[in-house]
């Protein structure tokens, strides 16, 4: 994978914390990753935070994806085993196209960090109305793995042979 010398293009990004514990004095993982997208040169659209409730999360993410102002919607939480753990839920639905590659290739990366442990993550990703949504754990350490490893390269139109940005102009061909 190179980065070529081709224009950088910024994208607008909304980002999702699903928590019931945190605010945004103490969401290390969404200030992480509006840190790294506003680093990269990208735009953030908006951030908020809300419970881990399917009906909540599916809400907010919902009317970010009606939104032509909206590229790519970052989730982060929610994406454990318990019973209040419910983002992967509450995103599928949405979906009209899964990345399943973004999930495998995350737990690949994440296996070399924490071995088995990966395999208690459901991070997901697909494509709703033209948009991009990417959900990842909520601890601040998948965040950067998922963003640093992963997601700064796709989501940045220099990275060769191929990147999602370069594909956006068509994810809504079929309407």
Not at 71 to 95: K, S
Not at 124 to 147: E, H, K, M, Q, R
Request: hydrophobic residues 40%; charged residues 20%.
């Amino acid at each position: 994978m190179t980065v070529a010398k081709r224009e950088f293009i910024p994208v607008s990004i909304a980002v999702l914390t699903v928590s019931d514990s945190r605010t945004e004095a103490d969401d290390k993982s969404g200030q992480l990753l509006v840190s790294r997208l506003e680093g990269a040169g990208h735009i953030l659209f908006e951030k908020t935070i809300v419970p881990d409730n399917i009906f909540e999360v599916r809400a907010v993410i919902s009317r970010w994806i009606a939104d032509p102002g909206v590229q790519v919607v970052l989730t982060t939480g929610g994406t454990g085993v318990t019973g209040f753990d419910g983002t992967p839920e509450a995103v599928t639905p949405l979906l009209e196209k899964t990345l399943e590659g973004f999930g495998e290739v995350f737990r690949m990366i994440s296996y070399e960090e924490i071995g088995t442990s990966t395999l208690q993550s459901r991070a997901v990703a697909g494509v709703a109305n033209g948009t991009y949504v990417f959900s990842l754990p909520g601890s601040s350490g998948a965040c950067a793995t998922g963003w640093d490893k992963l997601l700064q390269f796709q989501l940045d139109y220099r990275t060769r042979p191929c990147n999602l940005v370069e594909l956006m102009p068509r994810l809504l061909e079929h309407r």
